[in-house]
């Protein structure tokens, strides 16, 4: 039983990763109802720069937030002007086929570069013990962080003038544009704060777990997992399902093989599409 319970809030600190990564995506779709497939790749991207920053430079391995907050959102602001602006209105499969070439570029010369190889960030924080079972502090940080820059993009939405022109954007385009906001730079910092969520996502990742150019898609389809859980538009959302899909995971993970998991999730997936279009969240509205 004790096993049962570590596993289960493992999974809720792993959780709140996977629902800063899916927060990404869900706040550029809310935005600009573009389906951005370059999220995997920019997850990939927060790992190999903490990687770089720590075994290169030296730097300490949180010390590298603020590098990859800023190096994120200046790749997200260049990959909107580069593949997305133009196709902003067009037939959603536009956006994804561009941003799916553009994934493709990257994960290639990723791949040209760093090969398949296994890497690793060194990291190591005090863990806290529960029994014979021990939390390894990396995971608390991970969560810790995801609650801080969650909370600070609550805040820039909802209280601060530029935050309230995203979401006048997000919730009729035309109509902002008629008061004054200048709609194209509201979209392309609506892009480059999805990208910096989710190079810190892949940056905490790194942390944790081991990974190799290739490691974007497996996290790329639990966010997209997350967001329908979420509800699509709705980063508070991403956030709990987030939570709720480690929990699932922690749960399932003592009693299914690992390779189960992400069927259970895609069954999950399915379910709450043909059951919950508007999501977990939909239930929480009804009340």
């Not at 200046?74 to 070439?101: C, D, E, K, N």
């Not at 969520?197 to 497996?218: E, H, R, W």
Request: hydrophobic letters at 55%; proline letters at 5%; one cysteine or more.
């Amino acid at each position: 039983m004790l096993g049962l319970l570590a596993s289960i809030l493992d999974g809720v600190l792993i959780g709140a990763v996977y629902g800063l990564a899916a927060m990404g995506i869900t706040l550029i779709w809310g935005v600009m109802d573009v389906v951005n497939l370059t999220h995997g790749a920019m997850i990939v991207a927060g790992m190999f720069g903490t990687y770089l920053f720590v075994s290169a430079v030296g730097v300490p391995v949180y010390a590298t937030l603020p590098a990859v907050l800023v190096g994120g959102f200046l790749a997200g602001v260049a990959l909107y002007w580069i593949a997305v602006h133009r196709v902003i209105g067009q037939p959603p499969l536009m956006s994804l086929l561009s941003t799916f070439a553009v994934n493709l570029v990257l994960v290639g010369v990723g791949t040209a570069v760093w090969g398949t190889d296994l890497f690793n960030v060194p990291a190591s924080l005090p863990g806290f013990s529960l029994g014979r079972y021990t939390f390894p502090g990396t995971h608390i940080m991970a969560a810790v962080l995801t609650a801080a820059i969650a909370a600070a993009l609550y805040l820039f939405l909802y209280r601060t003038r530029t935050g309230k022109a995203v979401r006048a954007v997000s919730g009729n385009r035309e109509a902002a544009e008629l008061v004054g906001i200048p709609t194209a730079r509201v979209l392309a910092l609506s892009f480059g704060l999805g990208t910096t969520l989710a190079c810190v996502a892949g940056m905490l990742i790194a942390t944790m777990f081991p990974f190799t150019v290739l490691s974007g898609d497996a996290y790329q389809l639990k966010s997209f997992v997350v967001t329908v859980l979420g509800g699509l538009g709705n980063p508070t959302g991403a956030l709990v399902a987030g939570i709720a899909l480690g929990l699932l995971e922690g749960v399932t993970t003592p009693f299914v093989p690992v390779s189960w998991t992400l069927v259970i999730e895609f069954v999950l997936f399915v379910v709450v599409l043909i059951a919950l279009p508007g999501g977990l969240m939909q239930l929480w509205q009804r009340r």
